[in-house]
């Protein structure tokens, strides 16, 4: 029986950290916002190429592109990530996924990649982006739909441009970051409800 109480009390404790901890409409409501600029060195052929063609789409060739472009051409890309501009510039991480090309008359990429990040504060975290990326326009917004470490449950918006045609196998785009995520404040009752339940075992 003493066991079976202690369990209770446990699980009963465990219960009332998690209410404090999330529980409340206005602590679940603030976010920190998120902001970064990054550029993006996609490389599709020659010395440091970092982007594959996967599928040669069995779509029509698209006329708004350049000869031997077709629809549903689909490219894996691991683009380096730098702080800025050059592709000397100094390294922030790598961008992997996917884009193919999604429209028989315009310029039309689906874009899923995630921006995996390898130094500063963010080191070791992610975000997954996704979206539709018209080349056409000079600024395209893509969504922030998640992320891992201090990017966890992130959303948002990337501004999304490109920055430098540096030859016909490589572009530079600029991802302009605009993201939040929550923010679960530790608070008294929830580190004294932590430090009961912790001293029970």
Excluded: C
């Excluded at 901890?21 to 920190?32: I, V």
């Excluded at 540096?166 to 302009?176: G, I, M």
């Amino acid at each position: 029986m003493a066991s079976s109480s202690a369990n209770k009390r446990r699980v009963l404790l465990f219960l009332a950290a998690v209410f404090v901890l999330f529980a409340s409409p206005a602590a679940s409501a603030r976010r920190r916002p998120v902001r970064l600029r990054l550029y993006m060195q996609d490389i599709v052929g020659g010395p440091g190429q970092t982007a594959v063609l996967l599928v040669k789409g069995p779509g029509p060739e698209n006329p708004s592109m350049h000869p031997g472009n077709h629809f549903g051409d689909t490219v894996a890309v691991d683009d380096l990530l730098t702080e800025g501009l050059s592709v000397d510039s100094a390294a922030a991480g790598r961008a992997q996924g996917t884009y193919m090309t999604s429209s028989m008359t315009r310029p039309v990429f689906v874009v899923s990649v995630t921006l995996m990040l390898t130094s500063g504060p963010y080191n070791g975290s992610t975000l997954v982006v996704a979206g539709r990326d018209d080349t056409s326009e000079p600024v395209r917004e893509l969504a922030v739909v998640g992320g891992t470490g201090r990017f966890r449950m992130a959303s948002g918006y990337v501004l999304w441009s490109t920055a430098r045609v540096v030859s016909p196998l490589h572009a530079v785009l600029e991802l302009d970051v605009h993201a939040s995520v929550p923010v679960v404040p530790r608070t008294a009752a929830a580190t004294k409800a932590a430090a009961m339940l912790a001293s029970d075992f």
